[in-house]
């Protein structure tokens, strides 16, 4: 072998044994370029989306040697891994370092603490990435529902970089949550041929249409996004055909929908008040209060189920439960709505049934405002007056309500019995016909019919109509008093005849139905005035006073007077037609009994009294009352009658609630951060310089074979 082939072996051999510079003893890479290798590596890793494997990489770089920049980027992915509160943490330790504080923000926003990350977000200053600042700070903006905020968040990221699309649908949203929404539509509408949007802009879209309530595009719109085949939206979707239907009228369609939309998202508190709102509309008010109550346990203090809920107890006949849920819903009755009509109009008629008379009038005054064309505010207008007995304004009322429903045969017995209360019998005997034209069967409309006709002086035909009524089977304590009152003017009719049989027969059939008036309805004891009456005629004086006394009411106090005038007792007779004039001094029968108890017991006295004087001519001579009196004095008889309740059916329509667009997702400014690794060094590398000790060898012998050139042995 030759000698320089010989001596590179041997350097070579010794070689092998000395350590390398920059290597480790154990064959591990040095701190010196190991760190920027691990950090570069897990960001090739998070670029493949294999987020696990680049965090452990960084933390085993963070163990060897801690940088900002490794927490940074730790920090960052596992906001990838969605663990948002680790990389907020993370991100405290670095305050100073460059966008630590937008995206701890943004971290703590998509967190769910939303109130936090916007404070930090608000107190980002400018520079590089304030277009992407402006627009996280939009997206937490709607996301809380400050639209005003969020507006103007999207208009300074679109001024900052007016060619993002995303800034520009983060504004529409803003305009959309404002009520702005032909503006919103505008800048959908711009956004329509942007491809990475296509799925995202017709639902959009959709509910701007609502919001300007043109419903038949909005449901064009929603129902070729559900065709296209995308599940992305499928949800809202759903919810937006379901408010465009419900916008049309098209209630059972509506209810479907909602259904469909509920399935999707069970929890979801705005179709569960959709479907409710719905039902109510197609009153099927027991499934719209179980839907209702399934949103309440989810949102208590939700104003729209509030409202919902009150008309629909409303509609039950729970009205202070429904006053309740009203009180609850004060923002939502706009006065201006018309889609409130009905709420009006319930919450209204509540009031009526609780009393609250002025408050119910308020209220139903605005549902006639809002629906001129319904009849129900009208007719509870009526009533709210008959309350408050104003004949004028309940006649009003109640004729501006049967205009509107001429054959409502309740709200013709009901202005038939105001006439009957007023004593017009012309007029309370036509509307109780008219009643009965569309109803035959109404029980007190052919009530009505009978008092009419007994002060038309047809008493036969009353008692006649009444024993019909009775002899059906409705045994009702106004229709026996009545009867009492027809028997009791027939036995004076009779009396007059000199009939005494008949007329004792027909008193004695008057106190049998005035004592079952009694045993049917013992509350009312207007049959006590009347007994009273039958009473004094029949000269039982003592039971007479004893009935008046029974119900001691301005009528009774009248026949008071008249008793003890007949009786002879002027002075008594004088002092109880005070007091009734002094409860009511409109009443003429009060005023002419006076006056004729000062023509027979008071004559001095009547000569200096003109204004008692005067009451002379007041009494008709055909009223009945008088035409059958025994003694010239007018007896007062209290006729009972039942007042219809309304039942006009629901036309229930409530305010929609629109969906507000899920936000798109924030964009943490995650551009992860590259570390420089070392270059290795230029300069040839030194080798210590090896001592070899040469020593002659022996020679051995020499082989045939072997070469001229020997190698020396090493020891």
């Not at 709420?343 to 009031?351: A, K, P």
């Not at 004028?392 to 019995?417: C, F, H, V, W």
């Not at 035909?461 to 009492?484: C, P, T, W, Y």
């Not at 059916?649 to 570390?675: A, C, I, S, V």
Request: glycine fraction near 6%.
């Amino acid at each position: 072998m030759p000698k320089f082939l010989c001596k590179l072996l041997v350097l070579l051999f010794f070689a092998s044994f000395q350590p390398v510079v920059g290597h480790s003893p154990g064959g591990h890479i040095a701190d010196n370029d190991s760190v920027p290798r691990l950090n570069n590596t897990a960001i090739r890793l998070a670029r493949n989306k294999n987020f696990a494997g680049a965090l452990q990489l960084l933390q085993r770089a963070a163990a060897g040697r801690p940088s900002d920049t490794l927490l940074y980027n730790q920090a960052i992915i596992l906001s990838q891994l969605k663990r948002y509160e680790e990389a907020s943490q993370l991100l405290q330790r670095i305050p100073t370092f460059a966008h630590a504080q937008v995206n701890q923000g943004i971290f703590y926003c998509m967190s769910g603490d939303t109130k936090v990350g916007l404070t930090l977000l608000e107190n980002t200053p400018g520079g590089k990435g304030a277009d992407k600042v402006a627009y996280n700070r939009a997206v937490a903006h709607l996301n809380a529902g400050q639209f005003e905020e969020a507006g103007r968040a999207a208009s300074e990221a679109v001024r900052l970089r007016g060619s993002e699309p995303l800034y520009r649908l983060v504004k529409a949203d803003a305009l959309l949550g404002l009520g702005k929404y032909r503006e919103a539509l505008s800048a959908y509408q711009s956004l329509d041929k942007v491809p990475n949007l296509a799925t995202m802009l017709p639902v959009r879209i959709g509910n701007a249409l609502l919001g300007l309530k043109e419903y038949d595009e909005a449901a064009e719109t929603f129902t070729n996004y559900l065709l296209s085949g995308d599940r992305t939206y499928q949800a809202p979707a759903r919810f937006g055909l379901a408010n465009a239907f419900y916008g049309q009228k098209e209630y059972a369609k509506a209810v479907a929908e909602y259904r469909r939309a509920v399935q999707f998202r069970p929890q979801w508190v705005q179709a569960r008040t959709g479907l409710g709102n719905a039902l109510c509309s197609i009153r099927d008010y027991r499934s719209a209060r179980i839907e209702f109550e399934a949103a309440l346990a989810l949102e208590p203090d939700d104003p729209h189920i509030h409202l919902g809920l009150g008309v629909v107890s409303h509609r039950q006949g729970l009205h202070e439960q429904a006053m309740e849920h009203f009180s609850k819903a004060p923002d939502l009755f706009d006065q201006k709505d018309e889609d409130l009509a009905d709420c009006f109009l319930s919450l209204g008629l509540t009031q009526l049934e609780l009393n609250q008379l002025d408050s119910s009038l308020v209220h139903l005054n605005v549902a006639m405002r809002l629906n001129k064309d319904h009849p129900a505010a009208y007719a509870g207008a009526s009533e709210v007056y008959r309350k408050k007995d104003s004949f004028r304004y309940t006649l009003s009322y109640l004729e501006k309500a049967i205009r509107l429903s001429p054959q409502n045969d309740k709200m013709l017995t009901n202005k038939g019995n105001m006439y009957l209360k007023s004593g017009n019998m012309d007029e309370a005997y036509d509307n109780f016909y008219w009643a009965l034209r569309h109803n035959p069967q109404s029980i007190n409309a052919l009530n009505g019919l009978s008092i009419s006709l007994l002060e038309k002086d047809r008493i036969e035909q009353a008692e006649a109509v009444l024993d019909s009524v009775i002899n059906r089977g409705h045994h009702k304590a106004f229709l026996h008093n009545n009867r009492g009152i027809v028997r009791s003017y027939m036995a004076l009719k009779y009396e007059k005849q000199k009939d005494l049989h008949n007329a004792k027969q027909y008193y004695y059939r008057a106190i049998r139905d005035y004592e079952r008036s009694r045993d049917l309805d013992s509350t009312q004891k207007t049959y006590y005035n009347n007994l009273g009456n039958v009473y004094k005629n029949t000269e039982e004086y003592d039971k007479a006073v004893k009935s008046y006394l029974g119900h001691l009411d301005r009528s009774a106090i009248n026949n008071l007077g008249v008793l003890y005038a007949r009786t002879g007792k002027g002075d008594f007779g004088r002092h109880y037609l005070n007091i009734a004039i002094t409860i009511d001094s409109a009443s003429l029968v009060y005023r002419f009994n006076r006056y004729k108890v000062y023509k027979e017991y008071f004559k001095d006295s009547l000569a200096i009294r003109p204004d008692i004087q005067s009451a002379q001519a007041l009494m008709p001579t055909n009223s009945i009352s008088s035409k059958y009196s025994k003694d010239g004095y007018i007896n007062i008889y209290l006729y009972d009658y039942d007042f219809e309740r309304y039942e006009f059916p629901g036309d229930h329509h409530f305010p929609l609630q629109n969906d507000k667009p899920t936000p798109p997702d924030y964009r943490p400014l995650d551009e992860l951060l590259t570390m420089i690794i070392p270059k290795k060094t230029t300069e040839p590398r030194v080798t210590p310089p090896v001592q070899v000790t040469s020593k002659r060898m022996p020679k051995n012998r020499r082989s045939r074979m072997a070469g001229s050139t020997k190698c020396p042995k090493i020891i």
